[in-house]
C-alpha cells in the first residue's frame, strides 16, 4: 500500500508540472511575430514583437535572453526633433489588448551582445510579466536595415510610418 502511494504522489506531482508547463504555452499573454535586426557581438541588438492579451490587465516588467549580457524595456522620445532612446520601468498591457513594440516606439535592447545576431537566425527571449510570469518569444533576424519583419507584415510599410531622418543606422541604439 505504501508503494502504491508513493507512486500515486510522483503522479500527482508529474501531473501538476505539466499542468504548469501547458499554462504557460497557453495563458493569457502571446508574443507573435518577434523580430530583430542584425548585430555583431559586443554591439546592442533591438527587440521587436506584438504582445496580445487576452487575460487581465498585466505589465511586462523584465525580459531577459542568453545571447544577451541585459535586456531592457525601452521607449523612444522626441526630444527637439530628435529621437532618443530612453528606459521604462515596464510596459503596460491592457486587458484584452495587445501592444506593439516597433521601431520608433517601444522596444527590447539588447545590450552585451555574447553572440551576433545573424539574418535568417531566431533568436529566444524570455519576457517576465508581474502576473502572467514568464512567457516564450521568438525574434526572426532581419538585415540589419529591415523595417519589418520581412514576409510577416501584410500591407507592407510599418504602422508608424518612416523613421524620421530615414533609416536608422546602427549608431542609433547607442546610449
Ligand atoms: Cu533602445
Same mark, same amino acid.
Given at each position: 500500500?505504501?508503494? +502504491?502511494?508513493?507512486? @500515486?504522489?510522483?503522479?500527482?506531482?508529474?501531473?501538476?508540472?505539466?499542468?504548469?508547463? %501547458? @499554462?504557460?504555452?497557453?495563458? !493569457?499573454?502571446?508574443?507573435?511575430?518577434?523580430?530583430?535586426?542584425?548585430?555583431? @557581438?559586443?554591439?546592442?541588438?533591438?527587440?521587436?514583437?506584438?504582445?496580445?492579451?487576452?487575460?487581465? @490587465?498585466?505589465?511586462?516588467?523584465?525580459?531577459?535572453?542568453?545571447?544577451?549580457?541585459?535586456?531592457?524595456?525601452?521607449?523612444?522620445?522626441?526630444?527637439?526633433?530628435?529621437?532618443?532612446?530612453?528606459?521604462?520601468?515596464?510596459?503596460?498591457?491592457?486587458?484584452?489588448?495587445?501592444?506593439?513594440? %516597433? !521601431?520608433?516606439?517601444?522596444?527590447?535592447?539588447?545590450?552585451?551582445?555574447?553572440?551576433?545576431?545573424?539574418?535568417?537566425?531566431?533568436?529566444?527571449?524570455?519576457?517576465? +510579466?508581474?502576473?502572467?510570469?514568464?512567457?516564450?518569444? %521568438?525574434?526572426?533576424?532581419?538585415?540589419?536595415?529591415?523595417?519589418?519583419?520581412?514576409?510577416?507584415?501584410?500591407?507592407?510599410?510599418? !504602422?508608424?510610418?518612416?523613421?524620421?531622418?530615414?533609416?536608422?543606422?546602427?549608431?542609433?541604439?547607442?546610449?
Amino acid at each position: 500500500m505504501a508503494g +502504491f502511494s508513493r507512486r @500515486a504522489g510522483l503522479g500527482a506531482l508529474i501531473g501538476l508540472v505539466a499542468t504548469r508547463a %501547458q @499554462a504557460n504555452d497557453h495563458g !493569457p499573454i502571446r508574443a507573435e511575430a518577434g523580430w530583430s535586426r542584425a548585430a555583431g @557581438a559586443g554591439r546592442v541588438g533591438a527587440g521587436y514583437l506584438t504582445l496580445r492579451n487576452t487575460g487581465a @490587465a498585466d505589465r511586462l516588467v523584465a525580459a531577459r535572453a542568453a545571447i544577451a549580457g541585459t535586456v531592457e524595456l525601452h521607449t523612444h522620445i522626441h526630444e527637439n526633433g530628435v529621437m532618443r532612446m530612453r528606459p521604462v520601468e515596464a510596459i503596460d498591457l491592457p486587458a484584452g489588448g495587445t501592444v506593439t513594440l %516597433q !521601431p520608433g516606439g517601444l522596444h527590447l535592447m539588447l545590450i552585451d551582445l555574447k553572440q551576433p545576431l545573424r539574418q535568417g537566425e531566431t533568436v529566444p527571449v524570455t519576457l517576465v +510579466f508581474e502576473k502572467a510570469g514568464e512567457v516564450q518569444a %521568438q525574434l526572426a533576424v532581419q538585415s540589419a536595415g529591415a523595417r519589418g519583419p520581412g514576409g510577416a507584415m501584410p500591407g507592407g510599410p510599418m !504602422p508608424g510610418g518612416p523613421m524620421p531622418g530615414g533609416p536608422m543606422p546602427g549608431g542609433a541604439h547607442r546610449h
